[in-house]
């Protein structure tokens, strides 16, 4: 079945340290993005590729790093920069272009807290 | 900036009822309109998207209308279940498919 798929599904950090959530895709989209959720929240945008080897920053990447070597994979790593990295973390994928009007199809999230 | 609204925050009905779910949102130049439902611990779920030239969309029970000029669209449920218990959220696409997402509305369908 084609999809997106994040692992791990839970997740905890250490003070200092670094963590990387993965996403991972088969959909043969060119975008890809990554969410952050605070508890009663909507999402947010932390950032996106839209291309191979290319990304851009969302409204909130402070503390995040992101990279995108291949058309299925857009890893995120939450750096210890991210002084409050606990929320649940989705994974979207989509056909790029300005004027697309095709729907994001998500994964089913990485819950990520703090020990 | 972009700005989504959605209202109420939570709502809690019997199952039967028809019911709305409004979403509204600041700069009306909008490609299109997406409505999502997620479950609990979940990723989200595409319902219907409404593009800019829409007035609405249908999807058995559920129907969606846009109407651009008042930046505003709402989700109609129609005989709702116990299994549309879910959290709602509703977001504006304005280029590129970079969405801004309302805060959602949680729903729940008592038997």
């Known amino acids: 079945d084609g999809g997106i798929t994040q692992s791990p599904k839970y997740l905890f950090r250490k003070e200092g340290q670094n963590v990387t959530l993965s996403c991972e895709q088969n959909?043969?989209?060119?975008?890809m993005y990554w969410y952050r959720q605070d508890p009663g929240q909507g999402l947010r945008l932390i950032y996106y590729?839209?291309?191979?080897?290319?990304?851009q920053k969302g409204d909130i990447a402070e503390g995040y790093s992101v990279s995108r070597e291949k058309k299925e994979s857009f890893p995120l790593t939450v750096t210890s920069a991210q002084k409050n990295p606990t929320a649940f973390y989705l994974c979207?994928?989509?056909?790029?272009?300005?004027?697309?009007?095709?729907?994001?199809?998500f994964g089913d999230g990485t819950r990520l807290s703090i020990l | 900036k972009q700005e989504v609204t959605q209202i109420p925050a939570a709502l809690s009905v019997p199952e039967g009822e028809n019911l709305v779910l409004n979403c509204s949102f600041t700069?009306?130049?909008?490609?299109?309109l997406q409505w999502f439902r997620q479950d609990p611990g979940k990723g989200l779920t595409s319902l219907l998207l409404?593009?800019?030239?829409?007035r609405e969309q249908t999807s058995g029970r559920l129907n969606a209308s846009l109407d651009k000029s008042s930046g505003r669209s709402t989700l109609y449920i129609a005989a709702s279940q116990p299994g549309d218990s879910a959290t709602y959220l509703c977001?504006?696409?304005?280029?590129?498919?970079?969405?801004?997402f309302g805060g959602g509305t949680r729903l729940m369908v008592k038997p």
């Open positions: 590729s839209q291309i191979v080897n290319d990304f």
């Open positions: 959909l043969n989209h060119d975008a």
């Open positions: 700069d009306s130049a909008i490609y299109n």
């Open positions: 977001a504006a696409n304005n280029a590129g498919n970079m969405l801004t």
């Open positions: 979207a994928s989509s056909t790029a272009g300005l004027y697309s009007n095709q729907p994001q199809h």
């Open positions: 409404i593009q800019s030239s829409q």
